[in-house]
């Protein structure tokens, strides 16, 4: 089996801080100490408080179920909890990494790569790799080994474009 080069998975704390739903989530705290000061009520505190802590507590498990492998011929995905599975994709087959970041996506350090192969798993769609840490680093790293894959293999890629002809 091939050497792990990588591994990693969607980042929390990253979420948190680098988009606005975190922002959001984290907003709930001062913002049920507010209503608890203005109010007097502990109930509104607890409600809000306890909605932050319930959605961070589901991104983490969705974080969680999902660990990303990458090997000098493979991006290996192994997903689940309780029921797993795991889906590869043979670097050889990758088209296209594209990454996308936002402003507050760039303050936190974090991205989304987007992955577009040949391969069965991203048939129906492009693989999204959600708040990524590190994600240009990660990037880079990926197109080498695509790169170095497609070399020790002797597989090119030709871009078919069809010319129409004017009548």
């Known amino acids: 089996m091939a050497q792990i080069v990588d591994r990693f998975r969607s980042s929390t704390v990253g979420w948190l801080y680098g988009t606005l739903a975190g922002w959001g989530t984290l907003l709930l705290v001062p913002i049920g100490i507010a209503a608890m000061l203005l ?9 809000l408080v306890g909605a932050a802590l319930v959605i961070v507590l589901v991104k983490w498990i969705a974080n969680l179920a999902t660990t990303y492998e990458l ?9 689940g909890i309780l029921a797993k599975s ?55 790293k990926l197109r080498e080994l695509v790169n170095a894959a497609r070399l020790s293999r002797g597989v090119r890629e030709f871009d078919m474009v069809q010319e129409q002809v004017a009548p």
């Open 71 to 79: 090997t000098s011929d493979r991006l290996i995905l192994h997903k």
């Open 86 to 140: 795991i889906d590869e994709i043979e670097l050889y087959r990758i088209k296209d990494v594209r990454i996308d970041f936002t402003i507050v996506n760039q303050i936190a350090g974090i991205g989304t790569i987007t992955i577009t192969s040949s391969d069965e798993t991203t048939r129906d769609a492009p693989l999204a790799i959600r708040d990524v840490a590190r994600a240009q680093a990660r990037r880079e």
């Open 39 to 47: 109010w007097a009520s502990t109930l509104a505190l607890a409600v």
